[in-house]
Structure formats: C-alpha cells, structure tokens
C-alpha cells in the first residue's frame, strides 16, 4: 500500500494491524458508548454496539461500487495494484490480538464521557469485544488464512459477522469454520445493471457472484443477503432480486437505503442526495420482495433506513443470536 494512502485513511480513523489489516470505530459503537441510538444489528440480532469491533483482514478490493462509503485509491489519485497477494501474510493470532488492542485504544477515548451508570458499565464492556463485523473496507475473502482468523476469534467468545461480495466462491467454499453469519452483498438485479454499480477490476464477476449465490443455501451457518438501494440505480427490477434470493435461498435479507456519505460523495459515481430512499420507500420495496419470494418482514430500523426479511418461522424465531454457544 502506498504510504501516502496509509496516511489519508490513519486521517480517516483507521487503525492498521500487521501488514493488510486494519479497524475503525463504527458511527454506532460511538453511538453506544455515547447512550445513543444503537445499531440495526442490535434490533435485528442482539449484538451490543460498544462490544462490536470493525474491522478487515484486506484492505484491497476487486469492486469498485459506486455507492461504497469507503475510499477507492484510484478515486484519489493513488497507483495501487490491490489485487496483486501479497508474498507472506500475518497469521491469524496475531491480527486478532492486533484488533483487539487498537479496539481498546480507540474507545479508551470514551472514558471522559462515560459520565453516568450505563456509560460507565458500556465502557467497561467495550474493552472486552464480544462480536466483530469482517466489512471495514477490502473484500475480506483475499486473506488466505481467513478461517484461521474466524476461528481465533471464536476461540475468545467473539462472534463473527464476514461481508463478501461474492466474488471469490473458491474462498468461501474453503470457509472452515464459517463465521457466525455470513453476509454476500446483492448489489443488483440484473448482469447490466452490476457491472455499471460495481465498476469491477476483475473479469467474470457477475458468473463468480452467481457461484456463490448457489452455494449460500448449502452453508451451515446463518446466511444473509444485504442489499444497498439506490434510487435511480438499483431501486428497480423487483422480479430480478426476487430471482436471486429463491436462488441463494438464504435466511435473512437486510433492504437498506444508500447513504450519500464519505467516498459516495465523490463526482465521478453520480450519485447525490436525491439517491437516498426513505425509510418509507425501503419498507414499500421490502414488502414487494416479501410478495414475490414468501420471505416475511420481521423486523426494521428505521434511523439506519433498513428492513429485515426472514425465510420462514425458524429463521424468523432464532434471529437474535445464542452468544452462549460462540467458542
């Protein structure tokens, strides 16, 4: 990675770990620790906000989405080949170990807030994670040694949340073990329409996505379809989502509004405020989805502008996770 790169995004409030990984207090871990509205994923699955650590193993990306709230380097400017693996990989232990001590350096920040009993107590357990979301930035599914690293943090008692783009069903397929829940982003209706959205650096993405599309259903672990609508873009096509989740069959789909916010903001992607569906329109699309897969609304939050839809009863009733019986 160039050093220049490093710098921006150590500006940005990330914090590398070894070589290619890196965490970031995510806005609703602050939120947490501030008493405020907590994330969707609390109301969705009972992960507690300020014991949630953001984090990657790979910065690098083979996508390039237009609505990404991350930094894209070409965007900016930087010569970087990200796809080029890297000669030798930081084991898995220590990228654990590497999370979890810049997590406590980072919310240590906190304390002077932490100015009565919940602060406090959310403080006291934020030094202690017990769940990691695997989507900072990068498509995690690079690091070879991405097993290793869920099961060091399974080990701890930490959850694992992994956000793919599908693009690498070899990786996946090799998952042993899967994290918690899986996510793969359905970031399109159709083939034209994902190549216009993702902008990929790869070739044969949209048949890659497909392969792990199919294999979402087999996986034994909670799987998840998350989807980023925006108007004008993607906000279209019903039938063709619809297509794609009885395709991958997986046990929750999260419909959530585009966010005009960070690398989004750049002129080239096209996009502006006006991309930005309500809540009431997400709700509306959800429903429509629900008509044509028989999947259920079980949930929403608003203030995140997302909706959750569920497979069926069991899907629905173990949706909040048994943290118990992580490790």
């Known amino acids: 990675m160039p050093e220049q790169l490093q710098k921006r995004m150590e500006k940005q409030g990330y914090h590398f770990v070894g070589q290619h990984s890196a965490v970031k207090i995510c806005e609703y871990t ?3 620790l501030r008493g405020e509205t907590l994330c969707y994923k609390y109301t969705f699955y009972g992960i507690r906000s300020w014991q949630c650590i953001q984090g990657t193993p790979a910065i690098g990306c083979d996508i390039g989405c237009r609505f990404c709230w991350r930094l894209i380097p070409e965007e900016e400017g930087f010569k970087w080949n990200e796809l080029n693996a890297l000669s030798e990989w930081d084991d898995p232990e220590g990228i654990v170990e590497g999370m979890i001590k810049e997590q406590r350096r980072i919310v240590s920040g906190y304390k002077s807030i932490a100015d009565n009993e919940l602060k406090m107590r959310r403080w006291n357990e934020a030094n202690e994670p017990k769940h990691v979301a ?5 498509e995690p599914t690079f690091y ?16 694992t949340f992994l956000v793919s783009n599908g693009t690498l069903p070899e990786a996946i397929a090799k998952l042993d073990p899967l994290p918690t829940q899986l996510y793969i982003s359905l970031q399109a209706p159709d083939e034209e329409t994902y190549i216009y959205v993702t902008r990929p650096k790869i070739k044969d993405t949209w048949n890659r996505f497909m392969k792990s599309l199919d294999m979402l259903h087999t996986l034994k672990t909670r ?3 998350r989807m980023t609508l925006i108007k004008g873009l993607n906000m279209k096509n019903e039938e063709g989502y619809a297509g794609l989740i009885k395709r991958a069959m997986p046990n929750y789909v999260e419909v959530k509004g585009f966010s005009y916010v960070g690398g989004a903001r750049n002129e080239e992607r096209g996009l502006s405020l006006s991309s930005m569906p309500n809540h009431s329109e997400i709700r509306d699309f959800a429903d429509r989805l629900a008509e044509l897969t028989g999947y259920k609304r079980v949930s929403e939050h608003a203030p995140s502008r997302v909706v959750l839809l569920a497979r069926d009863e069991e899907s629905a009733r173990n949706r909040i996770i048994d943290f118990s019986k992580i490790g």
């Open 134 to 138: 695997i989507s900072l930035t990068g």
């Open 144 to 159: 070879p040694k991405l097993a290793g690293l869920l099961s060091a943090f399974h080990k701890k008692g930490i959850s």
């Open 30 to 32: 602050a939120n947490g």
């Open 223 to 225: 799987t998840v379809l």
